[in-house]
Structures are given as structure tokens and as C-alpha cells.
């Protein structure tokens, strides 16, 4: 989902997740339409549905170690025992590319990359199969964002998870995405496959964005 700052793309996100309520439409996930649920139905898609932030140190309780981070999905989303939830933080530590010895860490303690890490390894605790994430490379190096969009592309094809990739960098985009939304002022101007969107685009918005 693409388009200049301003254009609704972090509102479309979080109103998929209705952590801001849509005043009007449907979201349709595994043909329910979550929109219309009363919050304490829509409760047991929560598991399923997750967000990476733009800023994961404004994202991380800055008073909780690595380890309560990790443990607070877990317990809401599980009937785990403590042994079981231990093994399981580990398991998402590995998975995200990170040492046991980050666990005692308060957010601050750690780089920019490693607190993103964090967060991703926070939205994969409860298992789910849609992640929205909110420019979740905006905030980092050249480089460490190379590193996080790898670890992205690889947990998609390993967990089989889907993603709503919100950016205004069209070169990340182009190279994880697989459709392209395009956004402006709060209106959906385009939309097909990367290659359609990149190469071919339509609307005169989409291609002054791209040029």
C-alpha cells in the first residue's frame, strides 16, 4: 500500500485491525465481515491479526524487559504453562535472528534494528495470518533494512503468513510486494500486480509517484 504521507495508508491498516473504527464499509477476513462484530467477538481474531509499527521503540513498553514483551501475547493468546512459554520465546528469538541474551534487555538498551526484531517476533507470538506493517523500515539504516525486509520475506514463506506492506519507499516495495494499492487523499487511484503497477501504471497520480 503506497502513497505520499497523508494519504490514509497507517488508517487503512489500523482499521483492519480496528484499533481505529471504520465509520462505514466491510473488512472481510475468512468471509466474516469483521466490521460489523461486536468488540468481544472480534476479540478471537486478534490472534490472527497483527501490526509491526513504524517506530518500534515508541511501539515497546520502555518499563518491560524483552522477555515480558514476548510473554504478554503468548499468555493472552494461549493457555501455555510457564515452561512451555519460555521454550516458546526462545523459538521466536531464533526466529527473528536474535540471542537469548537479549531477554533482559529493556527497549532502549537495544539498536533500532534488534527493537524491530522485537516487535516482528511480538506479532509472530500468537501464531497469526495477516500482518499489518506499518513502514516498519522507515526508522532504520540502509542496511539494516536490507537485513529486516530479508527477515520479512523469509518468515512469509516459512510461517505462510500474508502481509499488508504499508511504505513510501517504492524500491522496498517493488522488492517484496507481489500487488500494488496506490493512495491518495484518502482514495484507492490504482491497483494490480507489481509489474502492472511499476511498469505500466494508469492513473496520472500513480505515475508521478513512480517517476
Known sequence: LVGESGSGKTTVGRCLLRLEEPTTGEIAFDGVNLASLPLEMFRKYRSKMQIVFQDP????NPRWTVDQVLAEPISLHSDMS???MAKRILDLLGLVGLEEDVLTALPRELSA???QRVSIARALA???QFIVLDEPTSALTPETTAEIIRLLIDLSNELKIAYLFISHDLTTVKFICHRVIVMYLGQIVESGTKDQVFNTPRHPYAKALLS
Request: overall charge negative.
Open 82 to 84: 510457564s515452561d512451555q
Open 57 to 60: 521503540l515508541d511501539s515497546l
Open 126 to 128: 500468537s501464531n497469526p
Open 113 to 115: 534494528g534488534r527493537q
